[in-house]
């Protein structure tokens, strides 16, 4: 699947959270994932099929379960994927690149530390959900 397709399959919020959710939990049959995430199991099962289709995700028939989980291969080419199309220098580490004389001026930089506040407050967010899920 090219660049391209695996980012517009991506594109759609709901087949991120998806993502994240079998990412936290691990495997997780459609019923469940609608029910964490408040969608109709229907809509679930499409997404799943198109994140299936690209090779997100993987399932294997249980009887009448069918467990999804991510293909961790899967993540890690878009990760590879998205370095090489970053052009914000890091690189792929998430650290700014200091070196690059575009980016080294005042008001970059604090764009830059906003960007990474904002970063840091989701991944917060996303702790304190965590926190209270258990």
């Known amino acids: ?3 391209a397709d695996i980012f517009k399959v991506l594109s759609v919020e709901t087949r991120v959270n998806i993502i994240e959710l079998l990412k ?3 495997t997780a ?17 499409q997404h799943l099929k198109i994140l299936k289709h690209a090779g997100l995700v993987r399932s294997e028939r249980h009887g009448y379960w069918i467990p999804y989980a991510i293909d961790a291969q899967a ?3 878009c990760r590879e994927l998205l370095t090489e199309v970053c052009s914000c220098g890091c690189g792929g580490t998430g650290s700014f690149k200091e070196t690059d004389p575009e980016r ?3 008001a ?3 764009q830059y530390a906003r960007a990474l506040e904002q970063e840091l407050d ?3 967010q996303r702790m304190r959900a965590l926190k209270t899920a258990k």
């Open 1 to 3: 699947m090219q660049a």
């Open 29 to 45: 049959g459609a019923k469940e994932i609608s029910e964490a995430l408040g969608i109709t199991a229907a809509a679930v099962s």
């Open 104 to 106: 080294s001026d005042l």
């Open 108 to 110: 970059s930089l604090e």
């Open 75 to 77: 993540l890690e080419n």
């Open 122 to 124: 989701a991944v917060r």
């Open 24 to 26: 936290a939990r691990g």
